[in-house]
């Protein structure tokens, strides 16, 4: 299944609420919490985490892991507003298409 453009965001944001991640952690996530359906690839994801980070929403820093440079992935206080922010506009859009859509 394709994901909605403009929503990767919004996935990868609610995924680092629930705790610091690496990107390919990130990747594991969303495809475990959603069934497999949300199986992105990595060059898409880290784009978007690279976005998410100058806009503020996340921070990362460099760790070691197993004798490996990995960079983790954090919300920010800012990060955890626009996820709210943005969590209350897609229940507004559910909302609405199960209207039109029954």
């Known amino acids: 299944m394709e994901t ?16 610091p991640a690496h990107g390919y952690r990130v990747v594991e996530s969303l495809r475990d919490r959603s069934g497999g359906v949300f199986d992105l690839a990595e060059g898409t994801v ?3 985490l690279y976005r998410l ?3 503020g929403f996340v921070a ?5 892991n197993d004798g490996r440079r990995r960079r983790v992935y954090r919300l920010t206080r800012s990060g955890r507003r626009e996820l709210a ?8 859009f559910g909302r609405a298409m199960e209207a039109v859509i029954g």
């Open 85 to 92: 922010r943005r969590r209350g506009a897609w229940d507004r």
């Open 53 to 55: 980070e100058r806009q």
């Open 4 to 19: 909605p453009k403009g929503h990767v965001d919004l996935l990868l944001l609610a995924v680092l609420a629930h705790e």
């Open 60 to 64: 990362s820093r460099w760790d070691m």
């Open 46 to 48: 880290y784009p978007s």
